[in-house]
């Protein structure tokens, strides 16, 4: 009885430190609103090295910077990577980065609605990603 009291006690204690220790992790909070496209790569591009660098990323793509999130937009390839934007955003989806668009891209856009984003992307809420941002171990980027 004592033994399982005591790993109950260290249980909570272990789940407790992980919980604290993702408050202070450092994040990344990437905002694209701009409609050009070596703009929205080198975003991408930073968005992607920061994630390599163990630090965590969440993208909000808002405005023009928005039509990344879609499945139908189509933009150039970049060199040397020879890979556009959007393949970029897949591979942070993949990585498992939050990818948002704006709460009020998608309301706003006739014919738009949660069927055309890619997939892993939704749509943000403002309350939730203004206490986010305001998170000290929060970096803001914005393009």
Same mark, same amino acid.
């Given at each position: @009885?004592?033994?399982? $009291?005591?790993?109950?006690?260290?249980?909570?204690?272990?789940?407790?430190?992980?919980?604290?220790?993702?408050?202070? &992790?450092?994040?990344?909070?990437?905002?694209?609103?701009?409609?050009? &496209? &070596?703009?929205? @790569? @080198?975003? @991408?591009?930073?968005? #992607?090295?920061?994630?390599?660098?163990?630090?965590?990323?969440?993208?909000?793509?808002?405005?023009?910077?928005?039509?990344? *999130?879609?499945?139908?937009?189509? *933009?150039?390839?970049?060199?040397?990577?020879?890979?556009?934007?959007?393949?970029?955003?897949?591979?942070?989806?993949?990585?498992?980065?939050?990818?948002?668009?704006?709460?009020?891209?998608?309301?706003?856009?006739?014919?738009?609605? #949660?069927?055309?984003?890619?997939?892993?992307?939704?749509?943000?809420?403002?309350? &939730?990603?203004?206490? $986010?941002?305001?998170?000290?171990?929060?970096?803001?980027?914005?393009?």
């Amino acid at each position: @009885m004592k033994t399982l $009291f005591l790993t109950s006690i260290l249980l909570i204690f272990t789940i407790g430190s992980v919980f604290a220790q993702s408050e202070d &992790e450092p994040y990344l909070f990437v905002s694209v609103t701009s409609a050009d &496209e &070596e703009i929205q @790569m @080198m975003a @991408m591009v930073l968005a #992607t090295q920061s994630l390599n660098q163990d630090i965590n990323v969440r993208v909000l793509l808002c405005g023009e910077g928005g039509n990344l *999130s879609l499945k139908e937009h189509q *933009s150039r390839n970049f060199e040397p990577a020879g890979r556009s934007p959007q393949d970029l955003l897949k591979g942070l989806i993949s990585n498992g980065v939050t990818v948002e668009v704006c709460g009020i891209f998608l309301p706003n856009r006739e014919g738009i609605t #949660t069927d055309d984003l890619l997939d892993g992307i939704g749509a943000a809420r403002p309350p &939730e990603v203004a206490a $986010f941002i305001n998170r000290p171990n929060v970096k803001l980027f914005s393009y």
